[in-house]
């Protein structure tokens, strides 16, 4: 039994992050009463239940913003998530109040993408913010806060709490990296991007993992691909309606075979061994001496910018890279090859209107004793790419904590220098959960580029739901509150709405795990 008591927040102030200060108060009625908190819970939030107020049909949320668009998409995102029980939506105003006029002002921080909601029984609902990103956020707190109005068989509305939110981001990038492996289920990759989306991520970076159905090189994929133009360019839209802008990615340089290097898979050569001249022996590296291997790499990204809509980004990959073996690429030195062969791939996403992002380990030296106890790869040679590299380049910091997952850092050395290199770095947690608020304030302390949860093959369970709460707390500069006994409320709520989004009707496609019980449990072994 789970001895941990919820948390008493009815009537309660929140006022968490910037601050780090939280005050619950108790319900007098019903002292184990709990108040409900979105993913992530906003910079200032203070939400009474005991204070509900009408969601549904007789309600009117009165926005303001300068964005005359961002009405007609609550009006039209309402009417999806509710139907015939949708509030009414009118334009309070272009421009959010500078200060707050009195008690129930509702004025957004600072920021583009800021935003401030208030709610009460007397004056209704009220979204105010500088852009539809900031509404669009607005909404999304509302939305994980609404719930069915009591008392009734079916749902005849909903209402929130009296609420009273202010928020804003912490950093201006921030994303989720996503991985399309032929395991996962197309349903599972539509789930991720928009929870993302609610969560208040703004961009989601997609790694095909052998799951890309180019049209142009059709050998560079496994068989029968779920990643095709088709299912790019839907999801594409979807994320642009919600806010999330998807990022295409190709391991240009290591990680070749476009599968995880345990299993020794190899995407191409596998079934395909007449394309072996394009990799060095082995597989894992591309053979960067063959012009081929920039020709069909920029194809691809042509390809799959054009299918993601040419968003401002591409990654290139560019991690656990091994030293070269074949003759062609030992025959001038090594880092002159890869630094030749990232920039000619990096211009070429400049040519068209896109910045260049690649992993950080090749560029910090394996014995180098600053690196100790953080993520580092390279060799002697490969690090020199930090001095050489073009410094528009994104680096993404990816640091683990290694050997300790649990562990607090509080400071980023190697992301303190790419960005002294000149370079914009973004700093990439995994599971190191108390890791990653600090990781997002130096971030932010620094003038680092931005955020990047990295998901790999944990995008499901208990790690799903911890990766998306800690990672949306740290880029939005806020707290996670404790966790809740037993099952998770806000991120079941969540994840729900997501599902009723997308009209899903597979039992495999509900929960954060396809199955309860292992599928080969009910066979008689005997
Ligand atoms: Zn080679």
């Known amino acids: 039994m789970n001895k941990r008591r919820p948390l008493r927040l009815s009537s309660v102030v929140l006022v968490l992050a910037m601050v780090s200060c939280a005050t619950f108060a108790g319900n007098e009625a019903n002292p184990d009463a709990v108040e409900l908190a979105p993913i992530p819970v906003p910079v200032e939030f203070s939400s009474d239940m005991d204070k509900p107020v009408a969601f549904d049909a007789t309600a009117t949320v009165t926005v303001t913003c300068p964005d005359v668009g961002a009405a007609a998409w609550l009006v039209r995102h309402f009417s999806d998530w509710y139907g015939k029980q949708a509030p009414k939506v009118v334009q309070g105003g272009l421009q959010p109040a500078a200060t707050a006029a009195n008690a129930t002002s509702c004025v957004p921080p600072e920021g583009d993408e800021a935003y401030a909601i208030a709610a009460d029984s007397s004056s209704g609902i009220r979204i105010s913010a500088r852009s539809l990103a900031g509404v669009r956020w607005a909404a999304y707190t509302l939305r994980q806060l609404a719930i069915a109005k009591r008392g009734t068989f079916r749902t005849e509305g909903r209402i929130v709490p009296t609420l009273k939110v202010s ?52 050998w560079w994929h496994w068989p029968n691909p779920t990643m095709t133009k088709e299912a790019v360019r839907r999801l594409t839209a979807i994320g642009a309606d919600l806010g999330i802008t998807l990022i295409p990615q190709i391991n240009a340089y290591g990680h070749a075979t476009s599968s995880r290097g345990c299993t020794i898979k190899h995407a191409m050569l596998d079934l395909q061994p007449e394309y072996e001249p394009l990799f060095e022996p082995g597989g894992w590296n591309w053979c960067v001496s063959n012009p081929e291997t920039q020709r069909v790499l920029r194809d691809l990204i042509a390809e799959m910018h054009d299918d993601f809509g040419r968003p401002p980004f591409f990654h290139l990959g560019c991690d656990e890279a091994q030293p070269p073996s074949c003759p062609e690429c030992r025959k001038t030195p090594y880092a002159e090859l890869v630094c030749k062969h990232i920039t000619g791939l990096a211009d070429f996403v400049k040519s068209r209107g896109a910045r260049a992002m690649i992993w950080h380990d090749m560029l910090l030296e394996r014995g180098d004793p600053r690196w100790k106890g953080y993520v580092h790869h390279g060799t002697k ?31 980023w050395p190697t992301m303190a220098y790419f960005k002294e290199k000149g370079f914009p770095v973004a700093g990439c947690p ?44 740290a880029a939005w500069g806020t707290s996670v509150p404790p966790r809740p006994p037993m099952y998770d409320t806000p991120f079941g709520n969540a994840l729900r709405l997501i599902g009723h989004d997308m009209k899903l009707t597979d039992y495999l496609d509900t929960g954060h795990l396809n199955n309860q019980v292992p599928p080969g449990w009910w066979v008689d072994n005997n």
């Not at 990296?177 to 539509?190: D, K």
């Not at 690090?383 to 607090?408: F, H, R």
Request: glycine share 4%; proline share 6%.
């Open 167 to 218: 928020d804003r981001p912490h950093l201006a990038f921030r994303a989720v990296h996503l991985c399309w492996f032929p395991e996962v289920r197309p349903t599972q990759m539509e789930r991720a991007i928009r929870l993302a989306a609610l969560m208040k991520f703004n961009y989601a970076i997609i790694e095909p993992w052998g799951m890309y159905a180019s049209a142009k090189h059709p």
């Open 430 to 473: 995994w599971m190191n959960f108390n890791a990653m608020k600090p990781m997002a304030d130096y971030i932010s302390k620094i003038g680092g580029f931005g955020f990047i949860e990295t998901t790999w093959h944990h995008l499901r369970g208990s790690d799903w739901v911890q990766m998306y709460k800690f990672a949306s707390a």
């Open 381 to 411: 040679t490969t690090a020199t790419l930090a001095d050489t590299l073009p410094k528009d380049v994104i680096i993404c910091d990816w640091q683990y904590s290694y050997g300790n997952m649990k562990e607090a850092r509080k400071d």
